[in-house]
């Protein structure tokens, strides 16, 4: 399996800049997932929770869910993005994984940090374990990385590949990242 991602800094709350960045740089990569950052579309900083509703997308009926599936399709690879997304009343900071036949399962971050606690509603999605081409990916979303249950649930699960969008503010994160991996 080819893992890959695409590390780069959103521009707040510029989606459609965000998305065709992302479509400009992934097209014709060869690889079998690509693990974008948390939040990559819409940007991290938000002044509240109403700045964060006025962007923030319903999956079912979201243009860059579309947009993403179509460059699964046409790029033969799997995504897994982090995603502002609005179900109802709801906030939440997620992860979707997107493949080349659409949306396959979001995940809700459980562990908000520091100020995302203010406009995000907490995760209400079990960690779960996807099969895709012979391996069990799992995902978990940045500061998930402290709590050892996030890994250890999705482990038991016997996941192979632990995807993990982040907007990193701590330092020991990458470190750490190898012993929950173990
Ligand atoms: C974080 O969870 N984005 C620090």
Known sequence: MKV???QFSPEFGKPSQNLERIRTVLSGVEADIVVLPELAFTGYCFADREELRSIAE???QSSTVDSLSNLCRD???YLVT???ERENDKLYNSALLIGPYGL???YRKLHLF???K???DPGDTPLQTVEIRGAKVGLMI???WVFPEVARTLGLQGEDVLCHPSNLVLTYCQKTMLTRCL
């Open 4 to 6: 890959g991602y695409y």
């Open 58 to 60: 319903d999956v079912s």
């Open 142 to 144: 940045c500061f998930d």
């Open 75 to 77: 790029s033969n690879f």
């Open 114 to 116: 520091n100020t995302e």
């Open 118 to 120: 203010e406009y995000f």
């Open 82 to 84: 982090g995603f502002a």
């Open 104 to 106: 396959i399962c979001t």
